[in-house]
Every structure is written in C-alpha cells, then in structure tokens.
C-alpha cells in the first residue's frame, strides 16, 4: 500500500503542472478510446450485471450498475464536456499590494491526492477520474465491489491514454487492496493522500468520517424534501412532485418526504394520490394525510428514511415555519424544495433551511454537476467545508498565497 502511495503522491508533480491544452487534449483521447472499446466496457459490465442477479442486487441498484452501449457514449461524452470546462488551476483569486509593497496573489492549486470511495455506479469511475486529471489531481479510486469488471475496464482504457502520452499511469489508479481492511489503511495514509471523498450508503459515510486520519468530504445520504405551500401553482405543483420522486428514484437527490400545507391539502392531496398511484409509488403519511386519501401510516423511522426507491412519505403541515421545522429534523442538508407564488415565503425557505441546495419552484432532482454546468461532480457534498453540493473541478482545488518582493525584510 505505501509503495502504491508513494508512487501516485510522486505523481502529483507531474499533474499538477500540466497545461490545459495538453489536458484537455488527453481527455478527448480518453473520450474516444472509451466509445473505441464500447464493446470491451459492456462485455465485462455483463458480468457485473450477472453476478448482481446471483447475489439479488435489487431493480435499483441494477440500474445504477448497467453499461449499455448508449451509457458509453454518455460517459465519453462527460469527458469531452469536462474537457471544454474553464481551467480551474493557476485562477488568480484575488490579487493586492500590501503595505510593504508586496504583490501578493491567491492562486487556485490542486488539493493534490484524492481518494474516492463509492458504490454501483461505473460511471463515477471515469466522471472522478476525468475531474480529478482537469483539475491537476491524482486520482484513487474504490468502486464497489458490485461494478468490480466495469471499473477495471474503464480504468485500464483510461491508464493506455495516459501512458500513450508519456505520463505515470499511477495518476488514475483503483485502489489495488479493495477489501475493508484496504480502505482501512487508506483512510490512515495521511503522508500521501490529501482528501478522501465517501459517497454511497450511510454505514460507507460513518464509517469514514470516523475512522480517517485524512481529511474528510462526505457525500451523505439525499433525504430531500418539497414542500407544496399554500400559494402554490397546483399544476406546478403535482408536475414538480411527481418528477422529484418518480423520474429516478433511486437516486439521491430524488425526493423522500413530500410536505404539503393544510390550507391546499383536501384539495390537492387526492390528486397527488391518483398521480402517484399511477407512477407505482408506495406512499405513506401522517395521520392528518390519511384523513384525505387511503395509504399506510408513516413512523419516525419512515422520516428518517432514504429509501432510495419509488417509496414516498406525506406530511400535512400547517405553514412554511413547520416545513422548515421539519427538514430541521429530518433533512440531510442535501436538496430541499419550495413550491409556492409567494415572494415572502420562497425567501424565507431559501433563507432559513440549511441545505447544499434550495429550490423553489423546480424539481430536486436538478442538483448534479451536469445540470449546473459542471460537466460532471465527484459527487454532492453535504460538507460544509470545504466543498459543498455538487463538487466539480473548482472544488478539487485549494489554493496559495504567491507573494512577490523586491528585497523587504520584516
């Protein structure tokens, strides 16, 4: 593991002081030698998918695992939109001359080393690798075990490109000891490595945040919420509801707890019933809910719940202070939603609930570095520091100060 270590922090050197054109230049090669061996990506994606039916993956992580060859292309076409991103290394912050008549700048750096530890989804593979060689970082990877033919496939393809271009291979590496007790060592390896990133279930986030001696940028669990207020469009409303949680539900940013005030609730609530019905979504609600439509009771636990499925819970509130409430309990600080007409309520919601992402008027499921424009996103931090929602290239750097003099002394 040191060895390994010590040769991707070597590395470091060498990534960090490439020009974007020439990074740019390799991502597009990376893009095309992804579709040239589109064949070789789904071969071994099929026995992913195999051994995922053998071990009863269920229907949504089986999807988060697919490769066919139309995700191919989308992958390849990740690349090539991070490869069009502005350059994040050498930004020029901010610049000032101090009293001593030093020049001194803050300019944006890599971070240097980064771990990624994820679950399921391939994709994740070439979308961290490809972010973290833009932003002039090395990257090390863990998929999960579930999409084990698919990562060394995709990362192999990426390693030939870089080799090809008389670069270390070790820039984008999977983690050689993928076991528990590899990680283990990893998340200790604070001479080498200078960020870990955890994304997937929660035991993965505990597990890391408690036990590494590397700093830390959780990508926790999405309990995200819409809030349906008294002045909402209804149409909007039911249209909004409906895509937050059914369009991909298993999902992060998908919605798990619909909130919906009591002055609308008899009115629009038989209409969200019939609707969700109609997309298949087990619903469950307070007692309030159930004296409007027929569903099962919601627990404490239920709130608490990412279920990460076309599961739903429905809560009557009696204002946009008991929402807000609410997500305070329950929320994730991930993506919370506002529907509502009323300029002082939306305010109030974008001002007060603490979360990566607030919305109003749209759907949550809008929070991903490709909808913002980041091409791609390591994954939605729900860190405050020093990253947080969907973290892209500008996010994988830090910075330092340049200071120039002209012989002052102090």
């Known amino acids: 593991m040191k060895e390994f270590l010590a040769q991707a922090k070597a590395s470091t050197q060498i990534v960090a002081t490439l020009d974007g054109k020439r990074k740019n230049k390799i991502l597009n090669e990376m893009a095309e030698a992804l579709l040239?061996?589109?064949?070789?990506?789904?071969?071994?994606?099929a026995k992913d998918m195999q051994a995922g039916k053998e071990n009863d993956l269920d229907t949504a992580l089986l999807d988060r695992l697919l490769l066919d060859e139309n995700r191919v292309k989308a992958i390849a076409k990740s690349l090539k939109e991070i490869s069009v991103l502005k350059e994040p290394v050498g930004r020029i912050l901010e610049g000032w001359v101090n009293d001593d008549n030093l020049r001194i700048e803050k300019v944006s750096v890599p971070i240097g080393v980064v771990g990624v530890i994820y679950e399921s989804r391939p994709n994740v593979t070439s979308d961290?690798?490809?972010?973290?060689?833009?932003?002039?970082?090395?990257?090390?990877?863990?998929?999960?075990?579930?999409?084990?033919?698919?990562?060394?496939?995709?990362?192999?393809?990426?390693?030939?490109?870089?080799?090809?271009?008389?670069?270390?291979?070790?820039?984008?590496?999977?983690?050689?000891?993928?076991?528990?007790?590899?990680?283990?060592?990893?998340?200790?390896?604070?001479?080498?490595?200078?960020?870990?990133?955890?994304?997937?279930?929660?035991g993965l986030i505990k597990y890391i945040s408690r036990n590494s001696s590397v700093p830390v940028?959780?990508?926790?669990?999405?309990?995200?919420?819409?809030?349906?207020?008294?002045?909402?469009?209804?149409?909007?409303?039911?249209?909004?509801?409906?895509?937050?949680k059914c369009q991909r539900p298993g999902v992060c940013n998908a919605m798990e707890t619909l909130l919906v005030d009591k002055a609308i609730a008899k009115d629009i609530l038989p209409k969200?019933?019939?609707r969700f019905v109609d997309a298949g979504?087990?619903?469950?609600?307070?007692?309030?809910?159930?004296?409007?439509?027929?569903?099962?009771?919601?627990?404490?636990?239920?709130?608490?719940?990412?279920?990460?499925?076309?599961?739903?819970?429905?809560?009557?509130?009696?204002n946009?202070?008991?929402?807000?409430?609410?997500?305070?309990?329950?929320?994730?600080?991930?993506?919370?939603?506002?529907?509502?007409e009323n300029y002082t309520a939306a305010e109030k919601f974008l001002d007060t609930v603490d979360a990566a992402c607030v919305y109003v008027n749209a759907s949550t499921?809008?929070?991903?570095?490709?909808?913002?424009?980041?091409?791609?996103?390591?994954?939605?931090?729900?860190?405050?520091?020093?990253?947080r929602g969907p973290m892209g290239i500008n996010e994988l750097t830090t910075y330092k100060f340049k200071v120039y003099g002209n012989g002052q002394v102090r």
């Open 217 to 244: 940028v959780k990508h926790d669990k999405g309990l995200c919420h819409t809030y349906i207020h008294a002045d909402a469009n209804i149409n909007k409303a039911i249209a909004i509801a409906i895509n937050a």
């Open 281 to 318: 979504t087990k619903l469950r609600g307070c007692a309030v809910t159930k004296q409007f439509i027929f569903i099962e009771s919601a627990t404490d636990e239920d709130f608490n719940t990412e279920y990460l499925a076309n599961e739903l819970n429905i809560r009557v509130v009696n």
């Open 36 to 45: 040239v061996h589109t064949a070789f990506i789904v071969e071994e994606n």
């Open 320 to 340: 946009v202070d008991e929402a807000i409430a609410h997500i305070t309990h329950y929320g994730s600080g991930h993506s919370e939603a506002i529907i509502t």
């Open 272 to 274: 969200l019933y019939k």
């Open 128 to 202: 961290v690798a490809a972010l973290c060689f833009k932003s002039g970082n090395v990257a090390i990877l863990k998929g999960g075990k579930e999409a084990e033919y698919s990562n060394k496939a995709i990362a192999q393809i990426l390693q030939e490109v870089l080799v090809r271009n008389n670069l270390p291979k070790e820039i984008i590496s999977l983690l050689p000891d993928s076991s528990r007790e590899g990680v283990a060592k990893l998340i200790k390896e604070d001479e080498y490595v200078d960020l870990i990133v955890p994304r997937g279930g929660e």
């Open 365 to 387: 499921r809008f929070t991903d570095g490709g909808a913002f424009g980041f091409g791609a996103e390591v994954g939605i931090s729900t860190n405050k520091l020093h990253a």
